[in-house]
Structure formats: C-alpha cells, structure tokens
Nanobody, 128 residues
Framework: QVQLVESGGGLVQAGGSLRLSCVANGGILSTYTMGWFRQTPGKEREFVAGINRIGLNTNYAESVKGRFTVSRDNAKNTAYLQMNTLNSENTAVYYC?????????????????????WGQGTQVTVSS
C-alpha cells in the first residue's frame, strides 16, 4: 500500500504563501487520483483540492479558488499544493490523500471516504 508523506507546513503571516509537498513511497503516484484535505479541532475533515492522474483535471473548494493551485510531478512521485494569499481561516492540519484509479482522466472526488491512502498531516498556521 502506498505511503504518503506531507511536508512544507509551518507558520506564515496573513497574505503569505506556502507550498505543500506529498511524496509517495511504496507505490507509483501516477496510478492515483490525489486530493488535499484539511482539518481543525472539532470539525470534519474538509476537501481542499483534487487532481487526476495526469494533472489535467482539477477540483477546488469554493473558498480556495483563485488562491490555491494543486499540481503533480509524476516523475518525482510528488503532488503539490501551492497556497497563496493565506488568511487565518486557512489554519489547519493539511493532509494529502490518494485513490487508486484505472482511468487517466477520472474526475477527482470530493469526499474523504473516497480516498484510501492518507499522509500523517502537516500543520499550517497563519498569523495576523
């Protein structure tokens, strides 16, 4: 089973940017639809962004459209989440997730239950 490891989180001031990375170990990332989720204490894990196997089809939560960009480099076995114009509402633990897919152009799902592999999470804290 593929193991996912996130990195790139940290403390950033409002208006700043961060880029999260998700490296796949023990599997081939190109066979997975990838997603990014976030979670804060007491709340359900919520969808942030998704990307299909070859990176030509993406989905975004309404709250991050125009500010966040999801991408992938299958040759490096890595998925990314570029986060710009961060604000305090973006403070959360961010997780990457994978879903095995037999389709090159499958639509990325938005439900956490549709993903089967998860990273350990990386903390993003936005200060004002």
């Amino acid at each position: 089973q593929v193991q996912l490891v996130e990195s790139g989180g940290g403390l950033v001031q409002a208006g700043g940017s961060l880029r999260l990375s998700c490296v796949a170990n023990g599997g081939i990332l190109s066979t997975y639809t990838m997603g990014w989720f976030r979670q804060t204490p007491g709340k359900e894990r919520e969808f942030v962004a998704g990307i299909n196997r070859i990176g030509l089809n993406t989905n975004y939560a309404e709250s991050v459209k125009g500010r966040f960009t999801v991408s992938r480099d299958n040759a490096k076995n890595t998925a990314y989440l570029q986060m710009n114009t961060l604000n305090s509402e973006n403070t959360a633990v961010y997780y990457c997730a994978g879903r095995p897919s037999s389709s090159l152009r499958s639509v990325p799902p938005r439900l956490a239950a549709d993903f089967t592999s998860w990273g350990q999470g990386t903390q993003v804290t936005v200060s004002s």
